[in-house]
Structure formats: C-alpha cells, structure tokens
C-alpha cells in the first residue's frame, strides 16, 4: 500500500534522459518505485495520463526571504509548479544583523524589494529556521547570505572600503552563517553598500564562500555598456579564489550591446576551459525588474536612504546628469514602466516614464526624481531594456538555469495591491512555452535546465531528478498547454497548464488549486 500512485504520466526525470511512460509510487515522503505498471494499491492515485511527470521545478534566483515568514498563504511560485526556492539573492537578504542594526538592516531591505512590508525580529540564519518552520510553509526554501546586509551589519552604509578589523569582523559573521546552513554569499554590485565594495573585500569573502563549499551568486557591476568587463572582475575572482562563481540573471541590457550575447557566452566558455568554476541562471523575459533607485548614482546611496532621499529632493546638476545617463542606458524613459509606488501614486503604474513626464510637464529626469520623491524611493520598476533575440540566445544553453529573480506573491488583490512582473507569475511555464512554440529545444532540455541542472549548482543530491529513494518532489503538467497567463499590464494571473504539485509526497497543488497542505520547510546546505 503506497501513500500515492502517479499513474500513466510522461516521465521526464530532470536528467535529459529520453521521456518515457511509467508509474510514480511515492512513500513516506519519497519516490519508492518507477515502473512501466505498478499493480500495487495506494492510499491516493492521480491520473497523468497525457501529462508530463517532472521534478519540481527549482527556481535557484529569488527574493521570496519573507514569504516563509509571510501571514498569507504566497502561492505564485506553486503555481508556477515549483517546489523550492533559493532567496537572499542579489546582495539583498534580512539578515544578518544585530539587534543594534536591525532597524537600519530592516528599512534598506524592504526599500530594495517589491513585497508587502512586514517586521523583521530575526538576526541569524538560525533564528530565521526556526520562526520559518515554526510558521510552517506550502514549499521549501534555501537562503544566501546577503552581502549588502553583511556589509551593513558590520560597517554601516558608508562608500569605504572596511578597515582590517571590519573585514576580519564580516569574513567571521559570514562564516558563522555559512556554518548555520547558508548556501552562500550574493553580490548586488550595483546596489548600495555592496557596489562600494573593491575587489579585495570580494576576494577575501569569497574564500570564506570557498571554504564552506557554497557558491557566490553575483549580480555584476554593470549589465549594459560595461557588461563585458564586470564580468572579467567576477571571473578574476573565482580564479584567484577558488569559488563556485553564479553569474545572476545573465543578459545585456543596453541597446548599444544588442545582438552581443554570444560574445558573454564565449567569454564563460573561456573561463571554463580555464579551469574556473562558474555557472549561470536567466530569466525569459527581455524586460528586467529592480527599484527605480536603480537609476540613482551609487555615490548618492552613501550613508543609507534617508540621505539618498535629501539628495533627492534637492538635486544637484550632477545627480540629475548621471541618473539621465543610467536611462538612457536602459533604452530611454520609453522602456521604463512603473510596476509599483507601494501606494503613494498608484495612478503612475503601468504607465511609462515618458508618460509621466508628459503628463508633469517635465523632462523625464525631473519625472524621475518627482516619482523617487513623491514615493519616497519606494518605486519598482519594469525596464525594457533588452534584446529578445539575445534573451532566446542565452535560454537556448543547455547549461544555463532557468530562474525567476522573483517573489512568491499572493494572488489575492487586497494583499498584491499593484502590477509586479510577469516573472513572479510564470517564469517557469513562460519557459515550457518558449522552448515548445520557438523550437528552442526538446521539452527534456528546458526540464532540465529548472531540475536537475540547478540542483547540481546547489549540491542538491536529493532533489532536481526522478529516481528511486529520492524526495518526492514532483510537478505534473500539460505539455502541449503550459505557458504564460498575464502581462505586464495585468500579471497577476495563474500561469496555464500546472496540473498537479507535490512537495515531500504530499500534493500542496492539485488541478491548479492550493489543497492547504504545507509540508515544506527551510533547507541547510548539504542537507538537502
């Protein structure tokens, strides 16, 4: 008697193997049997006939550090068909912090992230598996340790590099966490204190990275006209380091660079041949998505938002000329739409910065600075600043995973008041979509690329592949339908086609519909 037969599916077991018909039998929580018929009783049985039985999908670039501690039920990612995310991405995570700086930690996190605000009480990685597992989750998640937050926990918010005893002081906080179960660091290098960092303080992280076995996640320096070079000073890095180097959201987002795309995948290619260890994820999107502070000068970030705010409201020409010159870089005030003011203006999203500007009767830079001042930087923004052609190119790798850099959001509409990115929504069947309508490659390969390719990133032996004895993390879906419900004018939509998810043998979705199970918890390193 098995606890749940997945009957007649399409077996694509995350390892780019060939489909094939079989019987999923799941026991205490894992895959117990794979065969062609299992004549066997069970407690439960589901029909896959005519769908495809995958791994859930692993989604290993999001934001969603909140959402285990959330007090509704987040549910686009399960939606989405995944079953595990990995947070703390991009430099930007809640911890760790000190009781002293939590407050600072706290306001910088959510000024930096499109999420429903809630309180922040925990300061260690430990602290947060506790309140997470306590507070019992649909899903499992998996944290980085933040180096913005790291940085800001030790030193503050000041453009310097660390004095010898704050570096030593942030190498040991690091270790700490590492040793509490992070999966490693992240880099935002263009998001402030982590952009103030030169390249020793990454090198000397980065061997604490090292040490522990995770990997370094990097959003670079620069993704448009200075793309090439950012990604040569990661690369420098986990040469002379020693580290799994994860170059985040891989793309080229600025029009002069279109086309180019090759040339970063040759440049990776390179490395590899030389000996570095670097891997790489992407979302399917050429719209990207990030704070409207994103335009404001790293310089004007010292000392913290609310001394980036008065720099706002009383701007010099110099401010105003950089944030001019960072637009137009991202394809002009045309590409950038407003997706969210929190509240503050909520008549400005979905509508263009050019609209806007027209509509103030100002240059779109002036709009920018009313926008930041009206909402108190508080903006999220959608930024059309990339090639599709190049978006195609890069999702046509095999061994680039396919990632989110998203949040798992509620689709209840008093609780997501605004219009965040389609990615949150359906990053992962947008993916099935394209692969399937553009040719782009066999649905074994682009199942592939959210299994078994991320969790051989992580060092995930027990998940990302069907087999005998592993856990039984499973989604099950209409090949022939999956895809893209929402836009980004009305994204907040169930995603087609995600018939069944399964997380640890228990269904958490079933006909696209939560069940109110929740048998997920907070994953630690190399337990997992």
Not at 101 to 126: F, G, H, K, W
Not at 368 to 377: D, E, K, N, P, S
Request: charged letters at 20%; a negative charge.
């Amino acid at each position: 008697m098995y606890d749940l037969i997945i009957r007649g599916g399409t077996i694509v077991d995350g390892t780019r193997a060939p489909a094939y018909q079989a019987d999923v039998c799941i026991q205490n929580g894992r895959i117990a049997e794979i065969t062609a018929q299992c004549d066997a009783e069970a407690k439960e049985v589901i029909d896959a006939a005519g769908k495809v039985v995958s791994p859930g999908f692993i989604d290993i670039h999001t934001h969603s550090d909140l959402a285990p501690l959330s007090p509704f039920d987040p549910e686009s990612k399960t939606n989405q068909g995944v079953t595990f995310e990995l947070t703390g991405n991009c430099g930007i995570s809640p911890l760790p912090s000190t009781p002293e700086t939590r407050a600072a930690i706290t306001e910088y996190y959510l000024s930096n992230l499109q999420y429903p605000p809630m309180d922040i009480t925990v300061n260690t990685l430990d602290e947060y598996i506790r309140q997470a597992n306590a507070h019992r989750n649909i899903a499992n998640y998996g944290m980085l340790i933040g180096h913005s937050a790291l940085r800001g926990c030790v030193m503050g918010f000041d453009n310097r590099p660390p004095t010898p005893e704050e570096l030593s002081a942030m190498e040991k906080r690091l270790d700490e966490e590492l040793s509490m179960g992070a999966f490693g660091m992240s880099l935002g290098l263009i998001y402030p204190p982590s952009a103030f960092a030169e390249t020793g303080e990454l090198d000397a992280l980065a061997r604490i990275v090292r040490k522990h076995n995770g990997f370094l996640a990097v959003h670079i320096r620069n993704e448009g006209p200075r793309v090439f070079e950012s990604v040569e000073e990661m690369l420098g890095v986990a040469e002379r380091s020693g580290v799994h180097l994860q170059i985040s959201h891989l793309k080229i987002m600025t029009k002069s660079l279109w086309g180019h795309s090759q040339r970063l995948l040759d440049m990776i290619d390179a490395a590899r041949e030389r000996g570095i260890h670097v891997t790489c994820e992407q979302y399917p999107f050429f719209a990207s998505s990030t704070g409207m502070t994103a335009l404001v000068p790293k310089w004007a970030h010292a000392g913290g938002l609310h001394p980036m705010l008065a720099r706002i409201n009383e701007p010099e020409q110099k401010l105003r000329d950089d944030i001019s010159r960072e637009m137009e870089s991202r394809g002009g005030a045309e590409r950038v739409m407003i997706s969210s003011t929190h509240g503050a203006e909520p008549a400005w999203e979905g509508k263009m910065v050019s609209d806007i500007a027209v509509q103030l009767g100002q240059e779109p830079v002036d709009a920018v600075l009313t926008i930041l001042q009206r909402c108190h930087a508080n903006v999220h923004c959608n930024y059309f600043s990339q090639s599709e052609a190049d978006m195609e190119n890069i999702l046509s790798r095999t061994d680039i995973a396919v990632a989110s850099d998203g949040y798992n959001y509620s689709y209840d509409r008093s609780i997501t008041v605004d219009t965040p990115h389609p990615r949150n929504f359906s990053t992962f069947p947008h993916a099935l979509e394209l692969a399937r309508e553009k040719n782009l490659m066999p649905m074994e390969d682009i199942v592939y690329k959210m299994t078994g390719l991320p969790a051989s990133m992580m060092g995930m032996n027990e998940r990302g592949t069907l087999a005998v004895g592993k856990v039984a993390d499973v989604t099950i879906f209409d090949w022939a339908r999956v895809g893209q419900a929402g836009d980004y004018q009305d994204s907040v939509q169930r995603p087609h086609g995600i018939e069944y998810v399964i997380v640890s043998g228990e269904k958490v979705l079933d006909h696209g519909k939560l069940t109110g199970a929740k048998p997920g918890t907070i994953l630690r390193h190399n337990q997992c």
